[in-house]
T-cell receptor, first 113, second 111 residues
Framework: DVKVTQSSRYLVKRTGEKVFLECVQDMDHENMFWYRQDPGLGLRLIYFSYDVKMKEKGDIPEGYSVSREKKERFSLILESASTNQTSMYLC????????????FGSGTQLSVL | EDQVTQSPEALRLQEGESSSLNCSYTVSGLRGLFWYRQDPGKGPEFLFTLYSAGEEKEKERLKATLTKKESFLHITAPKPEDSATYLCAVQANQAGTALIFGKGTTLSVSS
């Protein structure tokens, strides 16, 4: 069964901490994505990557960075966590090409105190 | 600006009471429209992709249809296990492979 695995289900961090969210997929997908999901705002794209070492900004990249050193792994980095980054973070992957469906991980619920 | 609007925000049905969820979109050229189901505490799970107006797809009690301005997710004789949030997303020509999501419709089916 295909899988997108996010390293933590729940995470609690302090304001100002550097936070790493890890995502691994086992489907040999070229594309990987990071979304955040907030009540009333829906899913918003933070960053995505078409290939190793490549990254593209999504709709809300401010305060975030990403790293993709290997094809199967895509990391989201919060350089200095703030309370407004408390959210559900969802990683997804897809094959290269148009109209390819996204496979999502189970999400990481991050609380920044 | 590309936009996806889903209605209603929430829908309560009795078991067996059929209904429809709406997804209206404004995009500069549609490559595809996607429906996902999301259970509480989980990531979205793919249901359907629709590519062109007039297309329909079915899966068990769900049927998705597409026009040039909107898509409907019809739920026939729903069961309590159909309770979930249903998300609509579009892929626009100018957005590459990144999907634009609506805010979702939360469906509750009671027995």
């Amino acid at each position: 069964d295909v899988k997108v695995t996010q390293s933590s289900r729940y995470l609690v961090k302090r304001t100002g901490e550097k936070v790493f969210l890890e995502c691994v997929q086992d489907m040999d997908h070229e594309n990987m994505f990071w979304y955040r999901q907030d009540p009333g705002l829906g899913l918003r794209l933070i960053y995505f990557s078409y290939d190793v070492k490549m990254k593209e900004k999504g709709d809300i990249p401010e305060g975030y960075s990403v790293s993709r050193e290997k094809k199967e792994r895509f990391s989201l980095i919060l350089e200095s966590a703030s309370t407004n980054q408390t959210s559900m973070y969802l990683c997804a992957s897809s094959r290269q090409g148009t109209n390819e469906k996204l496979f999502f991980g189970s999400g990481t619920q991050l609380s920044v105190l | 600006e590309d936009q996806v609007t889903q209605s209603p925000e929430a829908l309560r049905l009795q078991e067996g009471e059929s209904s429809s969820l709406n997804c209206s979109y404004t995009v500069s050229g549609l490559r595809g429209l996607f429906w996902y189901r999301q259970d509480p505490g989980k990531g979205p799970e793919f249901l359907f992709t629709l590519y062109s107006a007039g297309e329909e797809k079915e899966k068990e009690r769900l049927k998705a249809t597409l026009t040039k301005k909107e898509s409907f997710l019809h739920i026939t004789a729903p069961k309590p296990e159909d309770s979930a949030t249903y998300l609509c997303a579009v892929q626009a020509n100018q957005a590459g492979t990144a999907l634009i999501f609506g805010k979702g419709t939360t469906l509750s089916v009671s027995s």
